[in-house]
């Protein structure tokens, strides 16, 4: 409904009276109608970002079995992606400042699209892990200038409600992308690769038509191959060691080289980035307290929630034996709360400052995810539901504001490689919470039986037992119950909400 109103808003729009002749409006000062198409451009990009993931998670039983494929190639079909993204963002978000924003948010689109092809066609996993690399690439694009965009266009005051509209569209994608993904894969697991191509190319037709340089930029772009280098290597290592010391052994080499490469690697690029002119993470922003702990209670955020859809599709399709719809179906009220509560803590956000708001998010999350850990086969569906709805109204009440507070901290000139950090440190989370549910899943049972559970193809039936299954699903989520709580003690640390051009504080 709210959707439909926007698009209703935007169909009311002259467009020539702001396109024609391009003028750049200083942030926050942006005409009343050119905001609303900005708004519409950037949430078409979090649509399909939010809708391919949960696609791409309910197919992953049968990309399993269609390219008979391991625990190795799954870890990466899933991580590679969002590994690519949280190394480049910042480079991303950097080209954005130079560049431009809007011109970089394009590319992002088509690149995205034009992967998103080769991923349909894909014969291989390897393939297909080369794809979601280059997805990475333009999801980097479009992940490093979303919210700066948003934040360029909308007023301080507005802008809570702003982002909390983008992030109902993202709880819509999250609701629609697994039921979708379950419809897609009756026709084969490449469709849900082949959906995104309209998406992507009106994503890239808007973007073109619509997005005008709001902020200045100047040209000359300095990539920092070292500090890239060196972020590359530590989260590789950390994610190869935690994903796979629980399959292989933890004492095994080159599970060990692993976390020395990050216990090495991650001193050595603050070290760099604390000395180059032109930095890939510009330490100094973090002495923003506002913007360093709405960061970190971020990445502690995806740490405790994101593996909960990884993990629940294969305890609806493995351990429960439901078909991808039925398990998309099932998932649906994980992304509810998201949906509801994303525009109304946005607004209060504008109103009351981040602080509780998000706190209270971090500690909702935890609750839900605590009820996660009574799940068994014989749990009757309300409680799964229950459960999922709780975390996903965390998360809505958590992910507005915090979004809010942190780029409103920033000076406009800023903004790009601001989002671009708040983007890797939010995907860092991800990734480390995907390595760490395997990790803990792979230590606590056989890893071969735990291959046949993901790709479906086993059951109590069959003479598997699925109560280590479930046991190691349940040291998973104790774990995001205690990057939970940590979040939430974070978050309070963040002070009052400070908006860069507001001379006037909101207590938190």
Not at 27 to 47: C, F, K, M, N, Q
Not at 214 to 235: M, N
Request: charged share 10%; net charge neutral; with cysteine.
């Amino acid at each position: 409904m709210v959707c439909k109103g926007v698009l209703a808003r935007l169909r009311t729009v002259n467009i020539r009276s702001w396109r024609l002749p391009r003028t750049r409006h200083a942030a926050g000062e942006t005409l009343d109608d050119y905001r609303w198409w900005v708004l519409g451009v950037t949430s078409i990009g979090a649509l399909l970002a939010s809708l391919s993931s949960g696609t791409l998670i309910i197919a992953l039983p049968d990309i399993l079995r269609d390219l008979h494929t391991d625990l190795f190639a799954l870890l990466w079909i899933v991580v590679g992606y969002t590994l690519v993204v949280t190394v480049l963002v910042l480079n991303a978000g950097r080209i954005s400042d130079l560049t431009g924003r809007a011109r970089a948010f394009t590319v992002g689109f088509a690149v995205f699209t034009a992967a998103s092809v080769l991923a349909a066609l894909a014969p291989t996993a390897l393939t297909l892990i080369g794809a979601r690399v280059i997805q990475g690439i333009g999801g980097a694009l479009l992940m490093a200038t979303s919210a700066a965009l948003v934040t360029d266009a909308f007023p301080r005051r507005e802008l809570g409600r702003a982002l909390g509209i983008n992030g109902m569209v993202i709880g819509a994608g999250l609701i629609l992308g697994p039921i979708l993904g379950g419809w897609l894969t009756q026709f084969g697991w490449r469709t849900v690769f082949w959906f995104n191509v309209p998406i992507g190319l009106l994503g890239t037709v808007a973007s073109l038509a619509v997005l005008v340089e709001q902020a200045a930029h100047r040209g000359g772009v300095h990539i920092d191959w070292l500090g890239s280098g060196l972020y590359l290597v530590g989260l590789t290592g950390a994610v190869v060691a935690l994903a796979f010391g629980g399959i292989f052994g933890w004492t095994t080499p080159w599970v060990v080289a692993g976390f020395a490469a990050f216990v090495v690697a991650l001193p050595l690029f603050l070290l760099v980035e604390a000395r180059t002119a032109e930095p890939l993470l510009d330490l100094s922003l973090f002495r923003i307290r506002l913007f360093a702990m709405g960061n970190l209670s971020g990445l502690l955020n995806g740490v405790a929630r994101n593996s909960v859809l990884f993990l629940l599709v294969f305890y609806l399709q493995g351990a429960e034996g439901e078909s991808p719809v039925e398990a998309g179906i099932r998932l649906a009220p994980l992304a509810l709360g998201l949906l509801v509560l994303s525009p109304i803590s946005g607004a209060l956000a504008d109103r009351y400052g981040s602080r509780a708001l998000a706190t209270a998010g971090m500690l909702v999350t935890g609750v839900g995810l605590a009820g996660l850990t009574t799940l068994q086969l014989d749990t009757p569906y309300w409680q799964l539901a229950l459960w999922q709805l709780i975390i996903g109204a965390g998360s809505g009440l958590f992910i507005s504001p915090n979004t809010s507070a942190v780029m409103g901290s920033l000076p406009p000139t800023q903004r790009g490689v601001g989002s671009g950090a708040r983007m890797m440190l939010q995907n860092t989370g991800f990734v480390i919470s995907i390595a760490l549910a395997i990790a803990l899943v792979t230590t606590a049972m056989d890893p071969q039986v735990l291959l046949r559970i993901f790709s479906g193809e086993s059951s109590d039936a069959s003479g598997i037992s699925m109560v280590p299954f479930v046991n190691a699903l349940h040291i998973a989520f104790w774990a995001g119950v205690a990057a939970s709580i940590l979040g939430a003690g974070v978050s309070l640390l963040r002070g009052e909400h400070r908006s860069w051009e507001a001379p006037a504080t909101i207590e938190a």
